[in-house]
């Protein structure tokens, strides 16, 4: 292994770190002593790459994201149905698993944090504007083969993001009124009109 790579396994081993930690105690109670144990690093080595928590914070954020609905990208969703495609992003949009829960734990974080910090907000501003890409990219793509009818993308992107947002937290509320399966098809049910598909949540 270069020593490049070895930087980069480093890194990547140091943000895993730390969005569990975040995710389990709170940005607010992490120091960087707590992340740099349980990535198994220097305390020094972790300052190297992040200098400090607000950055680890950020590129933590950032990390947990990119590794989100790896299966709706290019290569894993050639060929797969536009409905389909679209439901697998709504999965991942919703905290439908232990890791997804983990990813919304870390977003709960920096709604909080946006409201007194302005890099926080933007970062959550640019984050909000790559998941209504990633839902308008599919709904075009729908419109695009014949599957979805024509539509008012962006608005449909909104309300997609609104939907997610609004019952996944009644999810990881142990809401008893909407579970995953609420949350899923009352999303699904609420889009198919503007999409002209059937209002059943597709098969995965």
Known sequence: MTKAERALETRERILKAA?????EIGFENISMRKVAEHAGVSKALLHYHFDTRE????????????????????GAAAGLPASV?????????????EELRQDWKLWQELW????RDRTARHLAVDLYDQLHSWVTGAVERG?????????DVAALGTLVLALCDGLGIRVMLDDPRVDLA????????????????APEFPEL
């Open 19 to 23: 969005c569990e930690v975040i995710a």
């Open 55 to 74: 950055k680890l914070f950020a590129e933590a954020m950032t990390h947990s994201f990119a590794q989100t609905g790896t299966d709706t990208e290019d």
């Open 85 to 97: 495609l679209l439901a697998r992003i709504l999965r991942s949009m919703l905290p439908t698993d």
């Open 112 to 115: 909080v944090r946006a409201q």
């Open 143 to 151: 419109i695009a083969s014949g599957e979805f009818k024509q539509c």
């Open 182 to 197: 609420t949350a899923r098809s009352t999303i699904w049910a609420t889009i198919a009109p503007f999409l002209g598909v």
